[in-house]
T-cell receptor, first 114, second 114 residues
């Protein structure tokens, strides 16, 4: 099925470890996004990419880096994980005209940092 | 600052009862409004959207929402809920025109009891 695929689905890290969350979409969308979801906080934008080769900071970028590898893939890297980064991470994508279809979301990565 | 407020963090309701989930947004010249649903352990799915025209918008699964410009609201309603409607619901707004990023509310957890 067409959509947004995130890997891994679950991950446990020790404080200070690094990891990369992968996201790929097969809908030929230009824009891609990374959000984190925490109880009572809703969805908060970490980074987004309006097109291949461009990335911009969102509301909560500290502690994260991103790479827009090509049009399909947008990865999120935690260089030195901290317990405060325990969260559920969602990747999303959209066409340029966001209002046409809104965002298409992946199923999420549940990350625990101990 | 542009914002979206979901007035209730949790809404418990009995099966077959009506429900209204409330959403207010910051006043703006033009806005585009969305409701998303997130079932347990899944990503977000688009329920419905308002772009223009009729202020009453119908979505999937029997949900509808009404755009009220004077009250800057976009409340979600369903006349009779089912157990399967138990989920978290997010209101989202695009303030930046057709290409503007979505700003999400903090979510409302709907719990339908038998």
């Amino acid at each position: 099925n067409a959509g947004v695929t995130q890997t891994p689905k679950f991950q446990v890290l020790k404080t200070g470890q690094s990891m990369t969350l992968q996201c790929a979409q097969d809908m030929n969308h230009n824009s891609m996004y990374w959000y984190r979801q925490d109880p009572g906080m809703g969805l908060r934008l970490i980074y987004y990419s309006a097109s291949e080769g461009t990335t911009d900071k969102g509301e909560v970028p500290n502690g994260y880096n991103v790479s827009r590898l090509n049009k399909r893939e947008f990865s999120l890297r935690l260089e030195s994980a901290a317990p405060s980064q325990t969260s559920v991470y969602f990747c999303a994508s959209s066409t340029d005209r966001v209002i046409d279809y809104g965002y298409t979301f992946g199923s999420g990565t549940r990350l625990t940092v101990v | 600052a542009q914002s979206v407020t979901q007035l209730d963090s949790q809404v418990p309701v009995f099966e077959e009862a009506p429900v209204e989930l409330r959403c207010n947004y910051s006043s703006s010249v033009s806005v585009y409004l969305f409701w998303y649903v997130q079932y347990p352990n899944q990503g977000l799915q688009l329920l419905l959207k308002y772009l223009s025209g009729s202020t009453l918008v119908k979505g999937i699964n029997g949900f509808e929402a009404e755009f009220n410009k004077s009250q800057t609201s976009f409340h979600l309603r369903k006349p009779s809920v089912h157990i399967s409607d138990t989920a978290e619901y997010f209101c989202a707004v695009s303030y930046g025109g057709s290409q503007g990023n979505l700003i999400f509310g903090k979510g409302t957890k709907l719990s339908v009891k038998p």
